[in-house]
């Protein structure tokens, strides 16, 4: 009986022979530079996919799942590859395996499927846990819990996890804000809030409405939109990934007009939408219209000459490309379009920039000492950069570079780079605090 995985194998056979094992994308995998081992590589690890295809490996493996759930899924291997190997999509086909095949689940699994079927694909419920995530956040409970050391008490992991929450809140206060100062060129579009975004970074969403409603954009409200999908495709439930997907098609296909990201994990899930529908006639051409329309903030914001904004301080900035909006959405030096609006700024380039930081979703909280090993060469690069504030364009990439630098003793701010743009205008006097 054909699988998924199968499947997927036959669609990208003749990439997948092309595959002359050249070992360019060993560099570029930083699970590979971090072990040296092999199978934690691309070629490896679609060596080890091609023995289960082909009988020569059984699913239920131990080495299979070991080193395909150690894979960040960062795709940074995918640009790297002369072949043209789509390699997310064979990684999201496997762990799909992975997760139907399993007899025994650990009690790690049965939690994360239990928050993914009955959490995250309830609407209300999800709500209900980003509201009570962030009421524990503004009441300062996990500053509590860390600076007494009982969060470490409990756990290493639990002390993280209390940090990564912590490090979620705003860049700057938020003043109450009428609407922004613009010139309509009667052009809408869409904001797509996300679940995370909406949950803990609502106030990167307000200051994308806010900064795209200066450059003379309307925002048209969507209230039947849900979660993207991406945590459930990268934890292999491609089912609930697909049932999040038909939904979010559902609730845009009234409209032609562009759906904005600001998170490039919800961006890059949006734009695979059309693969992940390649083999459905009845959706196959609605997902492919849909993630024509996927921009992000600053690809949307790029298409026009941007607003400038003034200066905003003297202190060092620098940005770091989110894998899914450097590798998934080539969106990453639209991001620097946005800094490029603020004059002056004191910007330095960040070296290793396009490298992972090991956040990956949940990845750190899954595989916390290869998250650890990764982050820590992300964190090498910062110092040597000197910047004291540094922009990101993904949630969970800003949480795991802040906590980094937050549990080594580094000062250093991090934030989205359309919250540096929105903090230039308010100073610009764009906008009429109540």
């Known amino acids: 009986m054909e699988n998924n995985l199968t499947n997927l194998l036959k669609h990208e056979e003749e990439k997948l022979l092309a595959c002359v094992h050249c070992g360019l994308c060993l560099e570029a995998c930083p699970t590979y530079t971090l072990t040296n081992n092999e199978n934690d590589s691309p070629r490896g690890r679609i060596y080890l996919i091609r023995a289960v295809e082909e009988g020569r490996l059984d699913i239920t493996s131990k080495v299979f799942s070991h080193h395909i ?63 009570l995530s962030k009421l524990t956040r503004d009441l300062k409970i996990p500053t509590l819990l860390l600076k007494t050391k009982i969060a470490r008490l409990i756990s290493k992991r639990f002390e993280f996890a209390l940090t990564l929450l912590e490090s979620s809140k705003p860049f700057n206060s938020q003043p109450a804000i009428r609407n922004p100062q613009s010139a309509i060129r009667n052009r809408s579009v869409f904001v797509f809030k996300g679940c995370v975004m909406e949950g803990l970074f609502t106030h990167v969403n307000r200051a994308t409405e806010r900064v795209l409603k200066v450059n003379g954009y309307k925002i048209e409200e969507n209230e039947t939109q849900v979660c993207c999908g991406a945590l459930h495709a990268h ?50 051409v609605p997902a492919k219209e849909f993630s024509a329309r996927i921009k992000d903030i600053g690809q949307q914001l790029s298409e026009n000459v941007i607003v400038k904004g003034v200066r905003l301080s003297d202190t060092v900035t620098t940005y770091d490309a989110s894998c899914h909006l450097h590798y998934g959405q080539h969106a990453s030096e639209k991001s620097l379009d946005m800094i490029k609006a603020i004059p002056e700024m004191e910007f330095v380039h960040l070296e290793g920039s396009e490298r992972c930081c090991g956040g990956a979703g949940i990845y750190n909280l899954l595989q916390p000492e290869m998250s650890a090993g990764v982050l820590r060469e992300k964190l090498e690069y910062i110092k040597e950069s000197m910047a004291e504030v540094l922009a990101t364009g993904n949630p969970g990439c800003q949480m795991q570079i802040a906590t980094g630098a937050k549990m080594c003793g580094m000062k250093l701010n991090v934030c989205h780079p359309v919250e540096l743009l929105d903090e230039s205008y308010r100073k610009a006097g764009f906008y009429n605090v109540k």
């Open 235 to 284: 934890a292999g439930d491609l089912e609930s990934a697909k049932l999040l997907a038909k939904k979010n098609i559902e609730a845009f296909s009234n409209s032609t007009n562009p759906i904005v990201t600001n998170a490039g994990g919800c961006g890059a899930m949006l734009l695979s939408y059309e693969n992940l529908f390649a083999n459905d006639e009845n959706l196959k």
């Open 69 to 131: 759930n150690r894979c960040l899924g960062c795709r940074a291997c995918e640009m790297a590859c002369p072949s043209g190997v789509e390699y997310g999509h064979l990684l999201e086909a496997a762990r799909n395996e992975i997760k139907t095949s399993e007899t025994k689940k650990t009690f790690t699994d049965k939690v994360l499927n239990f928050a993914l079927r009955n959490v995250w694909l309830k609407p209300f419920r999800l709500r209900m846990f980003f509201s």
